[in-house]
């Protein structure tokens, strides 16, 4: 198994009562300064008897839209099968056939949605590649940040629901097929506001994010990604964050386009047997925890 990176960054989204959906899970404002070195930037390693992305069918949740459009995108143009995840099948169909991809429905909340997406790639032949990029953000009305003194059970647990569970149970229904992967690989996206390096660092843009349940949510799935990367040494499954880009989740206020929010994606997609696992990284290289 590769080494464990201590990575971290900053990212961000606000938090609260509307309940933002978003085909991205990212945040995170770029620019912070990196802590304790961060080593070489994660490199894409073909697959073993065939080109990058060659015979590789990928499956990203959230898809129809954002930053897990373009990975989507990408991915296709990189020789992928792509299999856009999509809460709303209407809308998978018609992002699927713009990309030149295929569409299942899949809601991350739901188990029998969950399970009859992974019968559905059982039948088709199998999964390589899993992206989890769906994932929500809770705002005030006004597009506030729900901040400690305002949050409340009831609102985190919504926000877990999606950003936390829907990982696990994403993972759970699809780890069959990905063991029958010659080269599996499993991305998570998550945000440099899960960094708690990054966080309690004063002089960190992520230090004065006031936001509660969303960096904790992420911070979960950062810990899950490492757990996952011991349980199954096989397998590359890492954390990225894809930077403060402009999607849904953050009513396009972010700094960076999708373009360069799904850079990190995309590479830490298409890495090889020997490529990193167990890692946090944004598009610079391995972030703090």
Not at 25 to 45: E, I, L, N
Not at 56 to 76: M, S, W
């Amino acid at each position: 198994m590769a080494h464990l990176h201590r990575p971290a960054s900053p990212s961000g989204p606000g938090s609260a009562r509307r309940v933002i959906h978003r085909g991205t899970a990212g945040g995170g404002r770029a620019g912070a300064a990196r802590a304790g070195g961060a080593g070489r930037r994660p490199r894409a390693v073909p697959r073993p008897g065939a080109e990058p992305g060659d015979m590789t069918t990928t499956l990203i949740t959230g898809a129809n839209k954002g930053l897990g459009f373009e990975t989507a995108r990408r991915l296709v143009a990189a020789g992928h099968t792509v299999y856009v995840g999509s809460r709303d099948a209407a809308r998978g169909r018609r992002a699927a056939e713009e990309l030149g991809a295929r569409s299942v429905r899949l809601d991350v909340t739901d188990d029998d949605s969950v399970d009859a997406a992974a019968e559905t790639l059982a039948a088709d032949g199998g999964l390589d590649v899993l992206v989890n990029n769906a994932g929500i953000e809770r705002r005030t009305p006004d597009g506030g940040v729900l901040d400690a003194a305002r949050l409340t059970a009831d609102e985190t647990r919504l926000l877990f629901e999606t950003n936390v569970f829907g990982v696990v149970r994403v993972l759970h229904a699809f780890l069959p097929l990905l063991q029958r992967s010659a080269a599996p690989v499993v991305v998570n996206v998550s945000s440099g506001l899960a960094s708690l390096s990054r966080v309690t660092a004063p002089d960190s843009p992520a230090h004065a994010y006031p936001g509660v349940a969303y960096p904790a949510s992420k911070a979960a799935v950062n810990m899950l990604t490492v757990q996952y990367a011991k349980a199954f040494p096989a397998m590359r499954i890492n954390a990225v964050e894809p930077g403060y880009t402009a999607t849904d989740l953050n009513r396009h206020a972010g700094t960076q386009t999708v373009e360069e929010g799904a850079e990190i994606i995309v590479r830490m997609a298409q890495v090889g047997p020997e490529g990193p696992t167990a890692g946090f990284f944004d598009a610079a290289g391995p972030l703090p925890w």
